[in-house]
């Protein structure tokens, strides 16, 4: 089995992620981790912050020579931002600064059950792990994840199709999503220039009046084969465990597996991907792609296509109405250094979550402790289907 692990908060000394079970001698390159973290940082609407930040990986185990060796690979990215935040929240002892308390709860936040719940007045201890810095971590994992995925010729990419009201009104093309994934400058991670200066007009809008925006990005991952994932059972349905994958992102409140949410409004003969085959080519293939790549739970064979619904960002500079813990007054939420819109970084965050899960279920399937062995059984898998 495939597992990992995060730990780190926004303000500690570092975000830590383990991924175990991964197959020895996949190779590893450490610069395309630290460009999956840069894309992280990117993206207009961004807050303070992720100008301090700029993430670089340190792989600390289970890679050597370039490739895994088979163990356990952790991984460290440390915060500069540390060095400012090491008096406020020491591992020991109280520190000689300003704890930074947070006492008024912000709407949308974790802040006020996680205080509850953990039994602290101060929701500094709970915001600290809450916070979507935790999401470096993952994506770090799926850059591993992604790096193992194309051993198989499968590759996983997002673009933005929404901001607010400003939505993209046409289908990208893979082309499309590989340029936007080498580009060196991102604005909003959207295929059409026109389409992502309008997305950029409704952030300026939040900018100026202290509000914030929320949005939708697609995953499409490519190069999957059919027969990952199983319908079997609730907890063996691949569109289950990449819904489950995407909504435990930050923010995230909603997905979409293929056309969900325009399937829900149309007649069953509109929306069903019908079946033909090549008899020269002898295979399989569909008039559309509407399912997004997944029926009964299974991979088909088509690309997967999974968008995240991202709620607008909860911290605001017109902070909304709260209650003062220690007194019980009415007051206006805390406001913390705050990003305003973060739909391209949410696509990059998605793109990791979706990898990770794609290569949980290729390794149930293909699963061997060596990259060759787990080749082989996929090799002959494909035989087996090439030949059905
Ligand atoms: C990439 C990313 C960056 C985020 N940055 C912020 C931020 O700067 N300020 C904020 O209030 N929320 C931010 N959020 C959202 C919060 O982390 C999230 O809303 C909060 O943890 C509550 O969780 P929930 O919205 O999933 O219920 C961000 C989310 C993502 C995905």
């Given at each position: 089995m495939l597992r990992f692990e995060t730990a780190g908060e926004s303000h500690g000394e570092c975000l830590v992620a383990t991924l175990t079970g991964l197959p020895a001698s996949v190779p590893i390159s450490v610069a395309q981790v630290n460009r999956e973290l840069w894309r992280r940082q990117?993206?207009?609407?961004?807050?303070g912050r992720m100008k301090i930040e700029t993430d670089q990986v340190e792989?600390?185990?289970?890679?050597?020579h370039s490739i895994t060796i088979g163990s356990p690979v952790a991984m460290i990215i440390r915060n500069k931002d540390w060095k400012n935040w090491s008096n406020i929240l020491p591992v020991e002892g109280e520190g000689d600064g300003d704890r930074k308390p947070v006492t008024k709860p912000r709407p949308g936040h974790a802040d006020l059950a996680g205080g509850i719940k953990y039994d602290f007045m101060d929701a500094r201890y709970i915001l600290e792990r809450a916070s979507a810095r935790e999401t470096t971590s993952r994506v770090a994992v799926g850059a591993l994840c992604k790096q193992f995925l194309a051993q198989f010729g499968i590759g996983v990419l997002s673009h933005v199709v929404q901001v607010g009201t400003a939505q993209l009104e046409r289908e990208a093309t893979w082309q499309e999503l590989e340029g936007l994934h080498s580009r060196e400058e991102v604005l909003l991670n959207c295929v059409d220039g026109e389409t992502e200066q309008r997305m950029k007009e409704v952030i300026d809008v939040a900018y100026r009046t202290g509000d914030t925006v929320g949005g939708v990005f697609e995953v499409v991952a490519r190069g999957v084969p059919v027969g990952l994932g199983s319908h079997i059972a609730w907890d063996t349905r691949l569109d289950g465990r990449l819904a489950q994958a995407i909504v435990s992102m930050q923010a995230v409140k909603g997905v979409e597996v293929g056309s969900a949410r325009e399937q829900a409004r149309e007649y069953g003969s509109k929306v069903q991907d019908t079946i033909h085959y090549d008899k020269e080519e002898k295979r399989f293939h569909r008039g559309s792609n509407k399912a997004g790549g997944l029926e009964g739970g299974i991979t088909n064979g088509s690309d997967i296509y999974v968008r995240g619904l991202l709620k607008p960002i909860s911290t605001l500079r017109r902070p909304l109405e709260s209650v003062d813990l220690t007194t019980r007054e009415s007051t206006a939420a805390a406001y913390e250094r705050?990003?305003?819109?973060?739909v391209p970084a949410a696509g990059v965050i998605g793109e990791a979550m979706v990898a990770i899960v794609l290569a949980q279920a290729l390794l149930e399937k293909f699963g061997g402790d060596s990259l060759r062995e787990t080749k082989r059984n996929y090799d002959h898998y494909i035989e087996q289907v090439r030949n059905y």
């Amino acid at each position: 089995m495939l597992r990992f692990e995060t730990a780190g908060e926004s303000h500690g000394e570092c975000l830590v992620a383990t991924l175990t079970g991964l197959p020895a001698s996949v190779p590893i390159s450490v610069a395309q981790v630290n460009r999956e973290l840069w894309r992280r940082q990117q993206g207009f609407g961004r807050g303070g912050r992720m100008k301090i930040e700029t993430d670089q990986v340190e792989i600390v185990s289970g890679v050597r020579h370039s490739i895994t060796i088979g163990s356990p690979v952790a991984m460290i990215i440390r915060n500069k931002d540390w060095k400012n935040w090491s008096n406020i929240l020491p591992v020991e002892g109280e520190g000689d600064g300003d704890r930074k308390p947070v006492t008024k709860p912000r709407p949308g936040h974790a802040d006020l059950a996680g205080g509850i719940k953990y039994d602290f007045m101060d929701a500094r201890y709970i915001l600290e792990r809450a916070s979507a810095r935790e999401t470096t971590s993952r994506v770090a994992v799926g850059a591993l994840c992604k790096q193992f995925l194309a051993q198989f010729g499968i590759g996983v990419l997002s673009h933005v199709v929404q901001v607010g009201t400003a939505q993209l009104e046409r289908e990208a093309t893979w082309q499309e999503l590989e340029g936007l994934h080498s580009r060196e400058e991102v604005l909003l991670n959207c295929v059409d220039g026109e389409t992502e200066q309008r997305m950029k007009e409704v952030i300026d809008v939040a900018y100026r009046t202290g509000d914030t925006v929320g949005g939708v990005f697609e995953v499409v991952a490519r190069g999957v084969p059919v027969g990952l994932g199983s319908h079997i059972a609730w907890d063996t349905r691949l569109d289950g465990r990449l819904a489950q994958a995407i909504v435990s992102m930050q923010a995230v409140k909603g997905v979409e597996v293929g056309s969900a949410r325009e399937q829900a409004r149309e007649y069953g003969s509109k929306v069903q991907d019908t079946i033909h085959y090549d008899k020269e080519e002898k295979r399989f293939h569909r008039g559309s792609n509407k399912a997004g790549g997944l029926e009964g739970g299974i991979t088909n064979g088509s690309d997967i296509y999974v968008r995240g619904l991202l709620k607008p960002i909860s911290t605001l500079r017109r902070p909304l109405e709260s209650v003062d813990l220690t007194t019980r007054e009415s007051t206006a939420a805390a406001y913390e250094r705050s990003d305003i819109a973060v739909v391209p970084a949410a696509g990059v965050i998605g793109e990791a979550m979706v990898a990770i899960v794609l290569a949980q279920a290729l390794l149930e399937k293909f699963g061997g402790d060596s990259l060759r062995e787990t080749k082989r059984n996929y090799d002959h898998y494909i035989e087996q289907v090439r030949n059905y």
